[in-house]
């Protein structure tokens, strides 16, 4: 899931047709400017950063401004 804007927006996630756990995991990559970029100077600007989250057939999940979030079901 992707948030290329500047606010916080807030998504409902419906999940049919699998079986799913009640835990899983968000990985986040984000930045606080839509032009952050790593470089050699600073090759840990932007990094992935990993949390438990709650989950099941629906669930709630909000996505950070200008960051790129992948929720591994379990």
């Given at each position: 899931?992707?948030?290329?804007?500047?606010?916080?927006?807030?998504?409902?996630?419906?999940?049919?047709?699998?079986?799913?756990?009640?835990?899983?995991?968000?990985?986040?990559?984000?930045?606080?400017?839509?032009?952050?970029t790593n470089?050699i100077d600073n090759p840990?600007?932007?990094?992935?950063?990993?949390?438990?989250?709650?989950?099941?057939?629906?669930?709630?999940?909000?996505?950070?401004?200008?960051?790129?979030?992948?929720?591994?079901?379990?």
């Amino acid at each position: 899931l992707t948030n290329a804007g500047s606010k916080a927006m807030p998504v409902n996630v419906c999940v049919d047709g699998i079986k799913i756990g009640n835990n899983g995991v968000k990985t986040v990559l984000k930045s606080t400017k839509s032009t952050d970029t790593n470089s050699i100077d600073n090759p840990k600007n932007i990094i992935p950063t990993t949390s438990k989250i709650k989950v099941g057939k629906k669930f709630n999940v909000t996505l950070e401004p200008y960051s790129i979030n992948v929720i591994t079901l379990k």
